[in-house]
């Protein structure tokens, strides 16, 4: 990957000066054409939300799942030494540059799925509420990268606000837009961090869908503007779940912090443990599907040129 051996994320869509947006087509082929997995259906998982918010650090707890061993993963033991430095997508510096746009681990993981290999895709996007960003600048991210993934894990801080949901309305709307059918998206992870309340709803799936619930439950309080948005969002996509996370601790934003697993507090690793498996568990992986048809890693290297002239037109 561009002459370097080591697997990091590339940046494959980039949003220009001009707020045109610039396809990669060389990093692009180079994952997606590769010849071991052009032909196999293919998981996209997609993390978007604001600046800051702990995605890329998640992204790469996703990497260490996936690349641990079979065995690791089965016994809940994938995530591995409590001194070893995290790596993966955080590395600023490194070939995974800080600019509004879409980056794809460089590395397409191949992973059983009903007894056939699949491969996953792991997505970041970049800008997203970002103070220099426009706002059509972060509803396209957010719309390709919803449109192209397979789950999309809505980040947000603390809590699933009245600002978030109109955000993800105007987003998906956005996407819709580029859609030639009316078919619904896939999975939409309401991912709540450093979730305050975990004695009104626990941290997991179980709190998510209660908080969920609770937030997306029509009242006679709501405008018009705000029933829409909220039976909206449940046409949109085919699941939305909900999952609450608790905090890190603080010594992850100390500037010497490096991921290191002893840094973190048990619970927010005990939530890792139940969060991950249940994204990328064999039985939980979600397969692309678009107009009901399965995508192979190579088709969506057309969707991605696609969609990109779509939002640039
Ligand atoms: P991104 O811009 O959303 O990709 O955010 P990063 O993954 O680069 O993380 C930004 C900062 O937040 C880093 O200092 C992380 O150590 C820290 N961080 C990561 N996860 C969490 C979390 O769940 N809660 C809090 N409070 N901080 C986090
Ligand atoms: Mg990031």
Known sequence: MSGLDEPCGIQVVKVKDDHTYKLDEGALKEILLREDVKDLPVVLVSVAGAYRGGKSFLLDFFIKYLSAPESLR????WLGDENEPLSGFRWRGGCDRETTGLHLWSEPIKILYKGQP???????????FDSSSTVRDCST????STLLSSVQIYNLKENIKEDDLQHLHLFVEYGKLAQDQETAFQVLMFLVRDWPYPYQHAYGAVGGEQLLAKRLEINASHTEDMRDLRKSIYTFFNAVKGFLMPHPGFSVSE???DGRLFSIRDEFKKSLLDLVP???GPENLTPKNINGQPVKCCDLFYYFKTYMNIFNS
């Open 118 to 128: 699949v491969v996953v895709l792991l997505m970041d996007t970049q800008g997203t």
């Open 74 to 77: 089965n016994s809940g033991q």
């Open 278 to 280: 249940s994204i990328f």
């Open 255 to 257: 500037e010497k912090f």
């Open 141 to 144: 991210i957010f719309a390709l």
